[in-house]
């Protein structure tokens, strides 16, 4: 007898079973075949992220199904306590200001004099407006400008590693570490050469090793800096660490690349692919979420990438999407519980006439559903959809 239980359910003796589903149609669900032994092993599935289980209890020692086990605290994402439209003007002002902190940050690298004193207030207003609504700053910064690729990319990881530690319900002290860390990452790429940093095409082998030093170079940097934390140091050192040891610069595998250096990792690769460049389109959230899941368990940590990819809710605010009954928009409004349902702000009717907008939940009622995410789609302009122009 096979049973879906909440992950606050399960007890030692019971026997967890895989049934197939799809991970977008149930990211929370925990699937594996294996006997749950301890409260350590409940514990540590909880803390990657999951809620949900299916129980086999024809294998279990637990015959009967649980009826009234107490509750836990699980880990994932806190509600939004302000509207996305209501965080909006703050959260372009913070954006604004972070990226004229990093542009700041990277000439004074340069010039050999950081001043890291303004940094705890770009953070704390990074962090602050994620609390209040963390899709306002993930949507600002998804929509950017391709002009100011380095400096809005320093402020975007910090935003997306900050976010990231939120998530997973890090103490306040390590998203704080988290954001910094993200905004100091690469700062490193001030002192390499400009015709490499801003080459508008593909690096050759030779300038591609000379741009592999910005790790080491930025950490050099870091040091001199009197009391940053030792993990900011760190998120800034292994930020291009991969899990299964094919990273650089020191070529660190599995847990001795440090916790936050994976955060940083996922982050800049996340906002690396979904960038537009002169020389390439950025992919799709959707798509790019796709291919961090891919790297799971490779270049980056399983359960770490899946909570990332949770976090960002498969269909994240700003995504243009058409829907299985050929009506097109934008998400508006992502769905914690249900990523695959998020609200969509209907624009173009199935013939492609621009319609009245109306925000659809399609987690309610008899709603249709995403048949696919579009890259872009003339006529449908995300900012203009959103109010975050
Ligand atoms: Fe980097």
Known sequence: MIRNLRIADLKPGMFVVDTGEDWTKRPYLYAANRLIRSEDDIRNILEQGYREVFVDFSRSATPSFPDNFPGRKEAGPSRPTVSLEEEVPAARKILAASVDYARKCMTDMRAGSLDAGPAASVVEDIVGSLERNADALLSLGRLRQVDTYTHMHCVNVSVLTAAFALYLQSPAEEVFSAGLAGLFHDLGKALIPLNILNAPRKLTAEEFTAMKQHPVLGYQQLLRLPSLPENVLKGALEHHEKYNGSGYPQGLAGIRISRIGQLVGISDIYDALTSKRPYKNGLTTHKTLGILYQL???????????????????????????????????????????????????????????????????????????????????????DKVLGLN
């Open 296 to 382: 799971s368990g490779k270049e980056f940590e399983a359960s770490l990438t899946a909570r990332f990819v949770r976090m960002m809710g498969i269909y994240p605010v700003g995504s243009i999407v058409e829907l299985e009954d050929g009506w097109k928009g934008v998400v508006c409004a992502s769905n914690p519980e249900m990523p695959a349902k998020p609200t969509v702000r209907l624009v173009l009717d199935p013939e492609g006439r621009t319609a009245t907008v109306r925000d659809k939940n399609l987690a309610a009622g008899e709603a249709s559903a995403i048949a696919r995410c579009l890259p872009d789609f003339p006529g449908i302009h995300p």
